[in-house]
């Protein structure tokens, strides 16, 4: 493969596409053009790094320890891969850009990163993101799939005041996401303009914590767990025919259930809570739709509304 590479590096060497630096007020702005190169850096203190990639099956690796970190990846092509992990700091800012292509990649780490911010936007086919992020305060997450059959993971772990948002546009998409041990944390995902996308996310061990889901299209599901939560509430909303929705709250007290399918036929809707003070709300309009509902515990609320023909709904309270 004929290697094409053009870098200007600023405050370190760079030798065969790989640049490494260990210093204060560092800055890296690279550039490369051609396929097949590769970026490795390893930064501390307050530091940026720009890094600019053209072609096909380019990689970068990138450490970072300290704070007020910025750092931009712009990857065109296919095949690329970027894996960044920061550690120990504060107000990290993090945007990766890739665009024009499939099979793309981008791995995120970030650990005790308090006021932190993720951007990430993939455009094209078959794309995957991941993040994983640990005890950390007031940490925003934010992907952006363009494109068929993407995939996206992403945890907080141990985190509180943070939010993980993800949009997926068109079909095929499918999202996890999970949040654990925290407090006063927001899950968003939205999957727009397709069919048969899938969308899995949990809360465990948290107080205040919220979960917002839209789907609009054909043979979507979204599944919706809340375990061992007070005081928070899940949000479902689909629109289109054939679709599935499910919420269960267990292990918790004055949580709050809504699920709304509108605007199509034979839709299917699952709800379950077990605690106390809990409230369930299910609306569906259409025709052929179903639900079932189940609450255990004390002081339970359900309200159901059902508007169109030939749909049905089995409701349990103990």
Known sequence: MKLKCSALVLGLGLAFGTASAFADAVNISLSQNGDGNSVSASQSGQVQAQISQNGSAHSVLLSQTGSANSVAIDQHGQNQSASVTQADGSAQTLNIWQENGGYNSA?????????????????????????????????????????????????????????IQVTQRYTGQSATMNQQDGANNTMNALQDGGDNNTLNMSQTNTTNSNAFVGQNGYGNSAVVRQDMVDSSSVNISQEG??????????????????????NGGYNRAVIGQNGSSNYANLSQSG????????????????????????????????
Do not use: C, F
């Open 241 to 262: 025919s054939q679709n599935y929705a499910e919420g269960n709250q267990s292990n918790g007290s004055g949580n709050t259930l809504n699920i709304g399918q509108s």
């Open 287 to 318: 025709w052929g739709n179903s639900a079932n509902m189940s609450q255990y515990g004390n002081l339970q609320v359900a309200n159901v509304a059902q508007v169109g023909n030939n749909n049905g709904v089995n409701l349990t309270q103990h």
């Open 107 to 163: 791995t995120v780490w970030q650990h005790d990163n308090n006021l932190s911010s993720l951007w990430m936007h993939q455009a094209g086919w078959s794309n995957v993101a991941s993040v994983i992020q640990g005890d950390t305060v007031g940490a925003h997450v934010y992907i952006e799939q363009q494109g068929n059959n993407g995939n996206v993971g992403a945890v907080q772990a141990h985190n509180t005041n943070s939010s």
